[in-house]
């Protein structure tokens, strides 16, 4: 069982950016699939961005290409997401997930069996 954990939420002014970064524990997710959700209030849980094991192959929403990097460093067992040119409506909890299996596209919460507690994100206007 993996356990993660997120961090580096907070309040930003859109237009600005910010970093999360999310911690494994319980094994080593190196092979693992590495991924960023997000839930807005009253919306469902949405994919962002995923990652595979040897980082050779990322996948973004539509909504963030362009703004978000997702990243890994394997060494550390920690991924993390960059969120650059925030808009208001990326405001939202961001969870990051893993999975042992290759990605899946298009990625749905299926796919990702372990989750974090999720970090606040809330971009003003």
């Known amino acids: 069982q993996v356990q993660l954990v997120e961090s580096g939420g907070g309040l930003v002014q859109a237009g600005g950016s910010l970093r999360l970064s999310c911690t494994a524990s319980g094994r080593t997710v190196s092979s693992y699939t590495m991924g960023w959700f997000r839930q807005a209030p009253g919306k469902e849980r949405a994919f962002v961005a995923q990652k595979t094991w040897s980082g050779g192959r990322t996948y973004y929403a539509d909504s963030v290409k362009g703004r978000f990097t997702i990243s890994r460093d394997n060494a550390k067992n920690t991924v993390y997401l960059q969120m650059n040119s925030l808009k208001p409506e990326d405001t939202a909890v961001y969870y990051c997930?893993?999975?042992?299996?290759?990605?899946?596209?298009?990625?749905?919460?299926?796919?990702?069996?372990?989750w974090g507690q999720g970090t606040q994100v809330t971009v003003s206007s």
């Open positions: 997930a893993a999975d042992p299996r290759p990605p899946v596209v298009p990625t749905t919460l299926t796919d990702f069996g372990s």
